[in-house]
């Protein structure tokens, strides 16, 4: 049943630190009623690395993902699953099976028929709260602040009958308490007690009781608001400010004396979570969704107007539909997009996700022409549309405009016909260079995204667009209409702003033209001068970034290849007490950083690219002062990368720095060929540390008694001084590299070996607990060992082994790897390699995957053979082991799936167990 808790239950535990340091990677993935094998395999991949794919192949999402899995104990949470063929979960659990032992998928079902389809070990049945829970969690909703403070005798005696109408349901109990909550007068919980609404048969309402009732409880122009929503899918996550906008478009919002329509918005969206409608995204903390219970009673009441093409059952559009909404699939065509035209009055047409966008000009060409009543157009992701027709110009009552993420190259001049539109997105369309010139005319325009774009030069005279308050980027030219001073009159911009061009802007006066100091609601700022310009101009740019000074309130700065020689002092200034990110980048001329250990908030400072600075100090930190405030006391991320002529840090103050960076959680130090100086003594909240490409570097590692995550590349280090709490090392050339034996590093799970010149044997004894394994371009290495008197059992923690490019290396340790979690081995191009590890068969239980490759010395396996676990074998380039193949003795590995040989006699590829391999 719906509303039980199942998927609050699953976010407790996905949410849980220790289960979130127990596995790695995790991923939560909302499966919902219309299962696709690709939709859902490419979502748990993107969740796994934490990036977006681009892969159109299920085999190889699935080859992809079980690359990212292997030997990993992750976890995955697959919620809302209907699906109960089992065919189809056996395909999607194939990229799963290469993961560690003791990994861990939870899934959320209504249907029982799930969990036997997917062959689950252990099921948990939810039951309906009990009476004392039910109200506990009422309280916690219905008195906000004080759940144990029940105002009045009263109303707990009504809350409690009421509670008791919910039958134990957590959703309609937290759903009833979030609309009592604004409910101060005894006779108002009365009403809802005795609504007739709770005694309606299950024939004469579909939706919860106390659903209906909070939503016929909400003010009228708010229920507008969460009818419309039912044009979104069950379980499909939106934007707080996507919506609003797409509210705006249809007329749905209106301006006050005292709020605009965004602000009215914002209102109305937060009312919708106060009282439970919208909850916040399980995947995507900056999205929110609607519980599919919820979803039902936004369609219930919407009724016909509106439909959801692919998803809804009804046959067709009607004449009353006035919002459509499509997602689209891999093998969409025109027929699909007939159904629209059954509806002359349509307001709305909303694709959802992504699409091939095979049939987009079919679209417009039989389609679009016929909606000409359309206030909101959405094509977001669609890769090949290129350009919009001409006839766009007719649809006038157009409000909304969304073709981001599309492969558009041009906009069609008509386009500023659209005198009502409000919203335009053309944002990561990197092929769209140009805008239409006539821009202007858009007078009602209010948000323009221009982020990605590749905007050459902006319309002239955009500065009479009055309503503006989004535009995410804009280019200064010295042609008359397109100066700076254009800023100047959009008084009411908000949110991010990028200025690219600024050589073209000559002075102060005409920077401080752009009044950026008066746009108290800009939040973002990037200030930017084109790259290679020469020095003759460095000297006026310091007047010109004085001259764009911004309010207060900012959050966020960057500036990139500023040309001149210092900075103003505003940059870095305390006055500024909300700035948390600043990123400096390209400053080429500047011999010194601004004072930026002042400001109270800032978290994140990223410096790139500063050619003339050979020291960074006191004036880094700022002056103090008096004040007992200790330099970049917020600071989290410290980036500091290409100072080509760097060569000191000086540290603040005297020992212990004085207190600075107490707060810092990353450092990192990239490509500073000639720094040799000290690094901050003590770091104590440090996690993670980077030092790539700093070969001169001779500095001793800060204490820092946090951290659990070092990158070391073209570094002197010294393995003796590593914290001992590090739980992922890479050190990558490294050319005098000793490894000592009396040394255990008992936190360390990762650790990558990498071009380390000078390293003959790595004793395993150092590295008990580690997990995943990697050595690669060491060329002097010759074995691994394990001392005599280590247990057998003590590498238990070990589940993934790979050895690369290694030409020295003859031996594992005398006896066999006890490695008795080993998930996957993988050896290649160690020429020099004549004996895979003695007694595999028995010593690797675990193993699934075993590959070797470029190992042209080894002639057999081992004796007793390859383990029976193994379900992958990849053999390349290893033509004396493949002459012995008749040997190798495969037919009792019964849970063998693949085999691979390339480069012996004859190559072969096999998916199945064979007899006699």
């Given at each position: 049943?719906?509303?039980?808790?199942k998927t609050?239950?699953a976010q407790?535990?996905?949410n849980d630190k220790?289960v979130?340091k127990?596995?790695h990677?995790?991923?939560?993935v909302?499966v919902?009623?219309?299962?696709?094998?690709?939709?859902?395999?490419?979502?748990i991949?993107e969740?796994v690395?934490?990036?977006?794919?681009?892969?159109k192949?299920l085999?190889r999402?699935?080859?992809?993902l079980?690359e990212k899995l292997?030997g990993?104990?992750f976890l995955?949470?697959?919620d809302?699953v209907?699906?109960t063929?089992y065919?189809?979960?056996?395909?999607?659990?194939?990229?799963?099976?290469?993961?560690?032992q003791?990994s861990?998928?939870?899934?959320?079902t209504?249907d029982?028929?799930?969990?036997?389809a997917m062959?689950?070990?252990e099921?948990?049945h939810l039951?309906?709260l009990?009476?004392?829970?039910?109200?506990k969690?009422?309280a916690?909703?219905a008195?906000?602040?004080?759940?144990n403070?029940y105002?009045h005798?009263?109303?707990?005696?009504l809350?409690?009958q009421?509670?008791?109408k919910?039958k134990?349901?957590?959703?309609?109990i937290?759903?009833?308490?979030?609309?009592?909550r604004s409910?101060?007068?005894?006779s108002?919980?009365c009403?809802?007690?005795n609504s007739?609404?709770w005694?309606?048969?299950?024939?004469?309402?579909?939706i919860l009781?106390?659903?209906?009732?909070?939503?016929?409880h909400?003010?009228?122009?708010i229920?507008?608001?969460f009818?419309?929503?039912?044009?979104f899918?069950?379980d499909?996550?939106f934007?707080k400010?996507q919506?609003?906008l797409l509210?705006?478009?249809?007329g749905?919002l209106h301006?006050?004396e005292n709020q605009?329509m965004?602000e009215?918005?914002?209102?109305c969206f937060?009312?919708?979570?106060s009282?439970?409608?919208?909850q916040?995204?399980?995947?995507d903390e900056?999205?929110?969704?609607?519980?599919?219970?919820?979803?039902?009673?936004a369609?219930f009441?919407?009724g016909?107007?509106t439909?959801?093409?692919e998803?809804?059952?009804s046959p067709?559009?009607?004449?009353k539909?006035?919002h459509?909404s499509?997602?689209?699939?891999?093998?969409?065509?025109?027929?699909q997009f007939?159904?629209?035209q059954e509806a002359?009055?349509?307001r709305t047409f909303?694709?959802?996700?992504?699409s091939?966008?095979y049939?987009?000009?079919?679209?417009f060409?039989?389609?679009?022409?016929?909606l000409?009543?359309?206030?909101v157009?959405s094509?977001?992701h669609y890769?090949?549309?290129?350009?919009?027709?001409?006839?766009?110009?007719k649809?006038t009552?157009?409000?909304?405009?969304?073709i981001?993420n599309?492969?558009?190259?041009?906009?069609p001049?008509?386009?500023?016909?659209?005198?009502?539109?409000?919203?335009?997105?053309l944002?990561h369309?990197?092929d769209?260079e140009?805008?239409?010139?006539?821009?202007q005319?858009?007078?009602n325009?209010?948000h323009l995204?221009?982020?990605?774009t590749?905007i050459?030069?902006?319309?002239?005279?955009?500065?009479k667009?009055k309503?503006?308050q989004?535009?995410?980027k804009?280019v200064?030219?010295?042609?008359?209409g397109?100066s700076?001073r254009?800023?100047g009159?959009l008084?009411?911009?908000?949110?991010?702003?990028?200025i690219s061009?600024?050589?073209?802007?000559?002075?102060f006066t005409?920077?401080?033209?752009?009044?950026?100091?008066?746009k108290?609601?800009?939040?973002?700022l990037a200030?930017?001068?084109?790259?290679?310009?020469?020095?003759?101009?460095?000297?006026?740019q310091?007047?010109v970034?004085?001259?764009l000074?911004p309010?207060?309130?900012?959050?966020s700065?960057t500036?990139?290849?500023?040309?001149g020689g210092?900075f103003?002092?505003w940059?870095?200034?305390?006055s500024f007490?909300y700035?948390?990110?600043?990123?400096l980048?390209n400053?080429?001329?500047?011999c010194?950083?601004p004072a930026l250990?002042?400001?109270?908030?800032?978290?994140?400072l990223s410096?790139?690219?500063?050619?003339v600075?050979v020291a960074?100090?006191?004036?880094?930190?700022?002056s103090?002062g008096?004040s007992?405030?200790?330099?970049?006391?917020?600071l989290k991320?410290l980036?500091?990368?290409q100072?080509?002529?760097w060569?000191k840090?000086?540290s603040f103050g005297?020992?212990n720095?004085?207190?600075?960076f107490?707060?810092?959680?990353?450092l990192?130090?990239?490509?500073c060929s000639k720094?040799?100086?000290?690094?901050?003594?003590?770091?104590?909240?440090?996690?993670?540390?980077?030092i790539i490409?700093?070969?001169?570097m001779l500095?001793s590692?800060?204490?820092a008694?946090?951290?659990?995550?070092?990158?070391?590349?073209?570094?002197?280090?010294d393995?003796?001084?590593?914290p001992s709490?590090l739980?992922t090392?890479?050190?990558?050339?490294?050319k005098k590299?000793?490894?000592?034996?009396?040394l255990y590093y008992s936190c360390?799970?990762?650790?990558?070996?990498i071009?380390c010149?000078s390293l003959?044997s790595?004793?395993m004894d150092?590295f008990?607990?580690?997990k995943d394994l990697?050595?690669?371009s060491c060329?002097d290495?010759?074995?691994?060992?394990?001392?005599?008197?280590v247990?057998q059992?003590?590498?238990?923690?070990?589940s993934?082994?790979?050895?690369?490019e290694?030409?020295?290396?003859?031996?594992?340790?005398r006896g066999g790897?006890?490695a008795t979690n080993?998930?996957?081995?993988?050896?290649?191009?160690?020429?020099s390699l004549?004996?895979l590890?003695?007694?595999?068969h028995?010593?690797?239980p675990?193993?699934?995957?075993f590959s070797?490759?470029g190992?042209?010395?080894i002639?057999t396996?081992?004796?007793?053979g390859l383990?029976?676990?193994l379900?992958?074998?990849?053999?390349?380039?290893?033509?004396?082991?493949?002459?012995?193949?008749?040997?190798w003795?495969?037919q009792?590995?019964?849970?063998?799936r693949?085999?691979?040989?390339?480069?012996g006699?004859?190559?072969?590829t096999?998916?199945?167990a064979f007899p006699?391999?």
């Amino acid at each position: 049943m719906g509303g039980m808790g199942k998927t609050t239950l699953a976010q407790l535990v996905y949410n849980d630190k220790t289960v979130q340091k127990h596995f790695h990677p995790v991923a939560w993935v909302c499966v919902s009623e219309d299962f696709d094998m690709f939709k859902v395999t490419k979502t748990i991949l993107e969740a796994v690395t934490s990036s977006t794919s681009d892969i159109k192949d299920l085999n190889r999402l699935q080859l992809q993902l079980k690359e990212k899995l292997m030997g990993k104990k992750f976890l995955i949470i697959l919620d809302d699953v209907w699906n109960t063929k089992y065919t189809d979960w056996e395909i999607l659990s194939n990229p799963f099976k290469s993961g560690a032992q003791g990994s861990r998928i939870i899934v959320t079902t209504r249907d029982v028929d799930v969990a036997s389809a997917m062959c689950a070990f252990e099921i948990h049945h939810l039951k309906e709260l009990q009476d004392e829970d039910c109200w506990k969690l009422f309280a916690r909703h219905a008195f906000l602040h004080d759940a144990n403070s029940y105002m009045h005798l009263e109303f707990e005696d009504l809350g409690r009958q009421i509670v008791q109408k919910c039958k134990g349901l957590p959703l309609a109990i937290k759903t009833i308490g979030a609309l009592l909550r604004s409910k101060v007068d005894v006779s108002e919980w009365c009403k809802v007690l005795n609504s007739e609404i709770w005694s309606l048969s299950n024939q004469e309402i579909q939706i919860l009781p106390a659903l209906r009732l909070s939503y016929k409880h909400l003010p009228s122009y708010i229920k507008r608001c969460f009818a419309y929503c039912s044009i979104f899918p069950k379980d499909y996550p939106f934007k707080k400010d996507q919506l609003v906008l797409l509210w705006m478009a249809e007329g749905l919002l209106h301006e006050t004396e005292n709020q605009t329509m965004e602000e009215i918005g914002d209102d109305c969206f937060d009312t919708l979570v106060s009282r439970s409608l919208f909850q916040k995204s399980s995947e995507d903390e900056f999205s929110f969704q609607m519980h599919d219970l919820i979803n039902d009673l936004a369609k219930f009441v919407s009724g016909e107007f509106t439909f959801r093409l692919e998803v809804d059952s009804s046959p067709r559009i009607v004449n009353k539909t006035r919002h459509v909404s499509y997602v689209p699939t891999p093998y969409e065509n025109i027929q699909q997009f007939k159904a629209p035209q059954e509806a002359m009055q349509l307001r709305t047409f909303l694709a959802l996700e992504s699409s091939p966008s095979y049939t987009i000009q079919s679209f417009f060409r039989d389609v679009l022409p016929k909606l000409g009543r359309l206030r909101v157009l959405s094509l977001s992701h669609y890769w090949r549309l290129y350009e919009l027709p001409e006839s766009i110009g007719k649809i006038t009552q157009l409000r909304y405009l969304d073709i981001s993420n599309s492969g558009i190259k041009r906009l069609p001049e008509s386009l500023c016909k659209l005198y009502n539109l409000q919203t335009l997105k053309l944002s990561h369309s990197p092929d769209l260079e140009t805008l239409p010139r006539d821009m202007q005319k858009l007078v009602n325009l209010r948000h323009l995204d221009l982020t990605g774009t590749a905007i050459m030069e902006m319309p002239i005279h955009m500065g009479k667009l009055k309503c503006l308050q989004t535009l995410t980027k804009f280019v200064v030219s010295k042609r008359t209409g397109c100066s700076i001073r254009e800023l100047g009159k959009l008084a009411n911009l908000r949110g991010a702003l990028s200025i690219s061009d600024l050589e073209n802007v000559e002075s102060f006066t005409d920077a401080e033209g752009a009044y950026l100091r008066n746009k108290m609601d800009l939040k973002e700022l990037a200030l930017n001068w084109k790259e290679g310009l020469n020095t003759e101009i460095s000297e006026s740019q310091r007047d010109v970034l004085n001259g764009l000074q911004p309010h207060r309130n900012l959050k966020s700065l960057t500036i990139n290849y500023y040309m001149g020689g210092c900075f103003p002092n505003w940059v870095g200034d305390h006055s500024f007490p909300y700035v948390t990110s600043i990123h400096l980048e390209n400053c080429k001329y500047c011999c010194s950083l601004p004072a930026l250990g002042q400001l109270p908030s800032l978290q994140n400072l990223s410096i790139v690219g500063f050619d003339v600075i050979v020291a960074v100090g006191e004036e880094f930190y700022g002056s103090t002062g008096s004040s007992s405030i200790k330099p970049f006391g917020a600071l989290k991320v410290l980036k500091f990368e290409q100072m080509l002529n760097w060569e000191k840090w000086i540290s603040f103050g005297a020992e212990n720095e004085g207190g600075a960076f107490h707060s810092l959680e990353e450092l990192y130090i990239r490509k500073c060929s000639k720094l040799t100086g000290d690094l901050p003594i003590h770091l104590p909240s440090l996690g993670i540390l980077q030092i790539i490409d700093c070969p001169k570097m001779l500095a001793s590692l800060p204490r820092a008694p946090a951290i659990c995550q070092l990158k070391l590349i073209n570094y002197a280090v010294d393995m003796g001084g590593l914290p001992s709490t590090l739980k992922t090392l890479e050190i990558n050339n490294c050319k005098k590299l000793g490894l000592p034996t009396n040394l255990y590093y008992s936190c360390l799970e990762v650790v990558y070996l990498i071009n380390c010149g000078s390293l003959r044997s790595i004793p395993m004894d150092i590295f008990l607990n580690v997990k995943d394994l990697r050595i690669r371009s060491c060329t002097d290495l010759e074995s691994l060992t394990v001392a005599e008197q280590v247990h057998q059992h003590d590498l238990v923690a070990l589940s993934s082994l790979r050895i690369s490019e290694c030409p020295n290396f003859v031996s594992f340790p005398r006896g066999g790897l006890h490695a008795t979690n080993l998930g996957i081995l993988e050896i290649s191009y160690c020429e020099s390699l004549r004996s895979l590890p003695e007694k595999m068969h028995m010593l690797l239980p675990s193993l699934t995957e075993f590959s070797i490759e470029g190992c042209k010395n080894i002639e057999t396996f081992p004796e007793g053979g390859l383990p029976s676990s193994l379900n992958e074998i990849n053999i390349w380039n290893c033509e004396k082991l493949v002459e012995s193949r008749m040997g190798w003795s495969l037919q009792n590995h019964a849970s063998l799936r693949n085999l691979m040989i390339r480069g012996g006699p004859e190559d072969t590829t096999r998916n199945r167990a064979f007899p006699g391999a």
